[in-house]
């Protein structure tokens, strides 16, 4: 079955839609970070407890509003998964990526200004990346337009 083109998607949608997904995906990546440069764990076990919770925090952030419009939780984590995953995927590859790429970023400590500014940096920088895509995807009914029945819903 061909899925019929969706009018155009403003920019103003899809960076509305690319932001709440930065939201979560800030919070899991920054507490990844921040607990894992704490703990003294090595970069590449700090970089994946950053993934696994910027995914659970941009998942749970989209489940909450779905719940609220009145959906079962297996429902809700449904279209959960199929709003946010393709987005947090590419944000969590790019904003790593600069991390990795600043030289000392992720030895730099807590309490380094390098450590919060390439942190800061690699969030623009997903951000601005990510919305084409989620323009694109929201365009052909997919990604955050699945959440969009159940934010009009209540």
Do not use: Q
């Not at 979560?24 to 764990?41: K, P, S």
């Not at 509003?65 to 969590?92: F, H, K, N, Q």
């Amino acid at each position: 079955m061909e899925h019929k083109e969706h009018a155009t998607t403003s920019w103003g949608t899809a960076a509305s839609a690319t932001l709440h997904c930065l939201t979560g995906c800030a919070i899991g990546e920054v507490l990844g970070m921040v607990i894992g440069t704490a703990a003294g764990l090595h970069n590449a076990a700090t970089i994946v407890l950053s993934v696994a919770l910027a995914f659970v925090f941009g998942y749970a952030l989209t489940m909450r509003g779905v719940l609220r419009a009145g959906v079962g939780l297996r429902a809700a984590l449904g279209v959960a998964l199929a709003a946010d995953t393709v987005s947090i995927a590419i944000m969590e590859l790019l904003d790593n990526a600069v991390m990795l790429t600043v030289p000392g970023a992720l030895d730099a400590g807590l309490t380094s200004a390098l450590f919060w500014a390439s942190l800061a940096g690699s969030l623009v920088v997903a951000f601005v990346l990510t919305t084409p895509v989620n323009r694109w995807m929201i365009s052909r009914g997919r990604g955050h337009a699945v959440v969009h029945r159940y934010h009009h819903a209540h």
